[in-house]
């Protein structure tokens, strides 16, 4: 499903750090049993509390990037929204990349739908995974949370400082054969590049034709390799750290 075709390219480049770093975030809600979530976007905060014991939380500072409605047919930027929450210099770093990059979808407080969008539920709903990886990518932020908001179809877009522990290379190189049997951005090979870039680790490429890439830090390592399409056809991994 096409939502913003001219976000879909960011999205993807952040794509393997945006599905671990959200993978860490249900976890840690998970970890609370059955939970309910709550947005208080005046004070900006998120809150995940245990339904059998609602002192057991899991708190986030919540930061507005977008509300998406079916109404208007638009999507409304975090840094003009007049509801908005958390730092709005996080949501108007969007806008900056927008009028630096000429990413007209970015540029302005409303982008209007694509003419051809179908506008319902489930478009809704997959326009905000690519505008919050859109907003990963530009910030360096995640994880996120795709709010339903009402009962209209209004969809809200939160990046989170969440209490996750870092990102590092044994604690995503056990994840990451599940990440990638479920994640297949438009170019993998570049997508290793941004988990590399936004996770801080170090990466080095096997030669000049980019045949493989060893990702690594104090942890251990993640080797891998690809084919001429740049697609991933092997991970090897050593560990020498705790994940």
Known sequence: MTTFPALQPLADRAAFFTALRQDDLGTAADALGPHRWDTDLAAGTLTFSALDDPSRTL????????SIAPGPRSVLWGWAHPNGGGDANISTQLRTYGQTHGITELSFAEAPFPTDAAGDADWIAEASHVIAGTAVEITGRSPYYSAPVGDAGT????LLDAPLPPLT???AGIRMPRILASTTPADPRGSVWELARLAGWTLEWADDAFSAATVQDATG??????D???RITAMESSFSGPA
């Not at 708190?59 to 977008?66: G, N, Y």
């Not at 969809?155 to 939160?158: D, G, I, K, Q």
């Not at 390592?221 to 690809?226: A, E, H, I």
């Open 59 to 66: 708190v986030a500072r919540a930061h507005l990037i977008a």
């Open 221 to 226: 390592s993640m080797t891998f390799r690809f």
């Open 155 to 158: 969809r809200a877009v939160l």
């Open 169 to 171: 290379v044994a604690h």
């Open 228 to 230: 001429e399409q740049a």
